[in-house]
């Protein structure tokens, strides 16, 4: 089984930006995921990514501001945060949906996604 494991995550001041980074066990070509949960709150989609690298989707909130990437020779998903907000402060998950390769109907349910890391957390100073 694949494991992922995050890493990047860290203090930042509102504006500053911060790049996390989901390294995986093997290659894979599953579409990815990045979810959030902020304390007191539900898991929230974030951003995925198909197989290939060539889909993205992005949750409303941070359109524009996050981008979604993959290295497949590296194993590597990454997640750019720019503009970043005191409301982007959670513990940031990066997930692997095996039965997906593409960017699917209700990618953003974290039900889709079956390996998930331990993720990291972001915190955004006012």
């Known amino acids: 089984q694949v494991q992922l494991v995050e890493s990047g995550g860290g203090l930042v001041q509102a504006g500053g930006s911060l790049r996390l980074s989901c390294a995986a066990s093997r290659r894979t070509f599953y579409a990815m995921g990045w979810f959030r949960q902020a304390p007191g709150k539900e898991r929230e989609f974030v951003a995925a990514?198909?197989?290939?690298?060539?889909?993205?989707y992005y949750a409303d909130s941070v359109k524009g501001r996050f981008t979604i990437s993959r290295d497949n020779a590296k194993n590597t998903v990454d997640l750019q945060m720019n503009s970043l907000k005191p409301d982007d402060t959670a513990v940031y998950y990066c997930?692997?949906?095996?039965?997906?390769?593409?960017?699917?109907?209700?990618?953003?349910?974290?039900?889709?996604?079956?390996?998930w890391g331990q993720g990291t957390q972001v915190t955004v100073s006012a």
């Open positions: 997930a692997a949906d095996k039965d997906s390769a593409g960017i699917v109907y209700r990618t953003y349910l974290s039900s889709r996604y079956d390996i």
């Open positions: 990514i198909s197989g290939s690298g060539d889909s993205t």
